[in-house]
C-alpha cells in the first residue's frame, strides 16, 4: 500500500511512524524546574549523531492543549543543562508513569517517588535506581512545525559497574526499554555480535 503523508491528520502520521520506525531508544530526561524541583520525562524520538563533538539529539513537541513548548525544552532553554537517562526494563512503569502531563508546578518525582543521588562532577543530579546516565550541555536548537530540536553535548557519563563487561556497556545487562507503537514496548531478544569488514573478501553471505 501507498500512504499519502499529507492527507493524514497528524495523529495518524505519528502512528505509522511510531509503529514501523521500531524500536527506538528512549531518553529519561532530568532537566531543572526551579531552584529545588526537578522534571522528568521520557522521549522516544531521541539518539545519538555524533561523536566529535558528543551529541545527542531530542525532538520536543508541544503540550496536547497548550501552543506551547513542553516542560523539558522550556527548562532546558532556561537552564542550559540536562541528564538523559537510559531506563532499563525495571524501571518501565515508573518511566510510562513520568510521561503524564502535570503542571509545571508539580514534579513528576513526587508521582513516582524516585529518588536523586549526586552526579559527580555535574550540576544536576541523577536518577539513583538508573543504570546510565549522560550529563549533558545545550548545544542548538532547531524549531521545525510544533517540534523543538535539541541538540544536547555529553560532558558526563555515569554507569553502573553491573552492566560494564570487558570495558564496555554490555546490552544484555543494561536491559534498555525499546519503544515501539503507541502503547508498546519492548526489551532485548536475541543479541548477535558481527567483525565489521574490512575488506571485500570478508564478506560472506
Known amino acids: 500500500m501507498i500512504v499519502d503523508f499529507a492527507a493524514l491528520s497528524a495523529r495518524e502520521r505519528y502512528q505509522w511512524m511510531t509503529s514501523l520506525i521500531i524500536p527506538r531508544p528512549i531518553a ?115 524549531r521545525i512545525g510544533k517540534q523543538t530540536l535539541i541538540f544536547g553535548q555529553v560532558e558526563r557519563l555515569w554507569v553502573d559497574d553491573a552492566v560494564l563487561e570487558g570495558g564496555a556497556v554490555a546490552p544484555e545487562k543494561l536491559d534498555p526499554v525499546a519503544r515501539l507503537g503507541v502503547g508498546a514496548y519492548a526489551r532485548l531478544g536475541e543479541v548477535r555480535r558481527l567483525a565489521r569488514p574490512r575488506e571485500e573478501r570478508d564478506v560472506r553471505l
Not at 545527542?56 to 525544552?73: F, Y
Open 28 to 142: 529519561w530526561v532530568l532537566t531543572r524546574a526551579e531552584e529545588e524541583r526537578f522534571n522528568l520525562a521520557p522521549f522516544s524520538y531521541f539518539n545519538a549523531v555524533a561523536s566529535e563533538p558528543p551529541l545527542i539529539m531530542l525532538s520536543i513537541g508541544q503540550k496536547p492543549k497548550q501552543a506551547a513548548p513542553k516542560d523539558t525544552a522550556r527548562n532546558i532553554l532556561a537552564h542550559r543543562r540536562f541528564v538523559v537517562h537510559i531506563p532499563s526494563w525495571a524501571l518501565l512503569e515508573a518511566m510510562n508513569a513520568t510521561s503524564l502531563d502535570l503542571p509545571w508546578e508539580r514534579s513528576e518525582l513526587e508521582l513516582v517517588r524516585l529518588s536523586l543521588v549526586p552526579f559527580a562532577g555535574f550540576p544536576l543530579p541523577r536518577l539513583a535506581k538508573a543504570k546510565a546516565a549522560l550529563g549533558c550541555a545545550f548545544a542548538a536548537a532547531q
